[in-house]
């Protein structure tokens, strides 16, 4: 291999190492395209990825892939071969085949994979998500791209945030030095208040009953019998009982 293209194949792996946290050895998702790719240029894909990349890989394929190759029949007989000698990765999608671009994007969400493709529509899919990395064959040479305007992009918006925090934290070390910035003030601890007394406002009055007054001994009883009615004599019946 060309000086230049171990050049440009390192720097990428680098940064995506850097950035991504890609690791050795590098996992290269393959999927049925590849292969088919391979077998009409007639080279050897494990023997030519590892002299590409000139550190440690391992070579991985799904299920899914696998079955989608099976599906398509005497077109990719041969291709369906080479991609069931390499090691079977669990998708999650046992039982539940799906398309093997659908499933390759599902693999590439929480692992860090390089992703071995012709599939033109798969390989635009991932160059909009930030931290996908993609290799394909030109003719019969492995080629790493180069990282997207998306990996790219997101790289650029990390070192400026990560630059305005450097900055904002040189400004306050100076501030405190120089006495412009005030101390932090301890936190006083809350008291735990009891339960407060009723707003007196807010509290209705209780109607007081007045106890009428009773009167004691005579006074009650001449009050309550019944006055007696004076029956007036008349002068001269008095006379005659008078004479008797």
């Given at each position: 291999m060309k000086i230049s293209r171990f050049k440009k194949s390192h720097k990428t792996l680098v940064f995506f190492a850097s950035n991504f946290d890609y690791r050795e050895p590098y996992q290269v998702l393959i999927?049925?395209?590849?292969?088919?790719?391979?077998?009409q240029q007639k080279i050897g894909i494990d023997e030519?990825?590892?002299?590409?990349?000139?550190?440690?890989?391992?070579?991985?394929?799904?299920?899914?892939?696998?079955?989608?190759?099976?599906?398509?029949?005497?077109?990719?007989?041969?291709?369906?071969?080479?991609?069931?000698?390499?090691?079977?990765?669990k998708c999650g999608h046992e039982g539940k085949p799906v398309p093997a671009s659908e499933c390759i994007k599902s693999m590439t969400k929480d692992n860090r994979y390089v992703v071995a493709s012709q599939d033109r529509?798969?390989?635009?899919?991932?160059?909009?998500?930030?931290?996908?990395?993609?290799?394909y064959l030109h003719k019969a040479t492995p080629v790493l791209e180069a990282p997207s305007k998306a990996s790219k992009k997101w790289v650029q918006r990390r070192a400026k945030n990560l630059m305005l925090g450097?900055?904002?934290?040189?400004?306050?070390?100076?501030?405190?030095?120089?006495?412009?910035?005030?101390?932090?003030?301890?936190?006083?601890?809350k008291k735990h208040k009891g339960p407060k007394n009723p707003n007196p406002l807010s509290c209705k009055k209780s109607k007081k009953h007045k106890a009428k007054p009773q009167l004691k001994g005579v006074e009650q009883t001449a009050i309550t019998k019944a006055k007696r009615k004076r029956v007036k004599i008349p002068a001269h019946v008095k006379a005659a009982l008078g004479k008797d």
């Open positions: 999927d049925a395209t590849f292969c088919q790719a391979a077998l030519q990825i590892k002299k590409y990349f000139q550190c440690g890989v391992k070579l991985l394929t799904t299920q899914c892939v696998i079955l989608e190759s099976e599906s398509l029949g005497a077109p990719l007989t041969g291709a369906t071969s080479i991609v069931k000698r390499f090691h079977v990765h529509l798969l390989q635009e899919s991932l160059r909009k998500i930030p931290g996908r990395c993609l290799l450097k900055q904002v934290e040189k400004i306050d070390y100076m501030k405190e030095k120089q006495g412009l910035k005030p101390a932090e003030t301890a936190v006083k601890p």
